[in-house]
């Protein structure tokens, strides 16, 4: 199994930038996909951003697309996901996640790994 360590959150006027950071360690990072998703108080858990393997594919969701960037560095063992233009109605808990298994690239169902969260929080 891996595990997952998320780094990076915190507190951010609107329109600022924030670059998250996801720690793994333990199997073989390239044996997964990559997920960050993040999940706001009383909300269901919503996909952001999915990165292949070896970084040659990348998806987001709609609602974030054009304002973030996911990325990998497989030597490190690591992935980021940059934010920018930050609005109040993206603070929420943000995780990481890993996925061994095909499967619909936006289900938490598809993820088996999942960090612990860090908070961000944009304040207007």
């Known amino acids: 199994q891996v595990q997952l360590v998320e780094s990076g959150g915190g507190l951010v006027q609107a329109g600022g930038s924030l670059q998250l950071t996801c720690a793994a360690s333990g199997r073989t990072f390239t044996l997964y996909r990559m997920g960050w998703f993040r999940q706001a108080p009383g909300k269901e858990r919503e996909f952001l951003a999915t990165?292949?393997?070896?970084?040659?594919?990348?998806g987001y969701a709609d609602s974030v697309k054009g304002r973030l960037t996911i990325s990998r560095d497989n030597a490190r063992n690591s992935m980021s996901l940059q934010m920018n233009s930050l609005k109040p109605e993206d603070t929420a808990v943000y995780f990481c996640?890993?996925?061994?298994?095909?499967?619909?690239?936006?289900?938490?169902?598809?993820?088996?790994?999942w960090g612990q969260g860090t908070q961000v929080t944009v304040s207007s």
């Open positions: 996640a890993a996925a061994s298994t095909s499967g619909a690239y936006d289900s938490t169902a598809t993820y088996m790994y």
């Open positions: 990165i292949t393997r070896y970084g040659g594919s990348t």
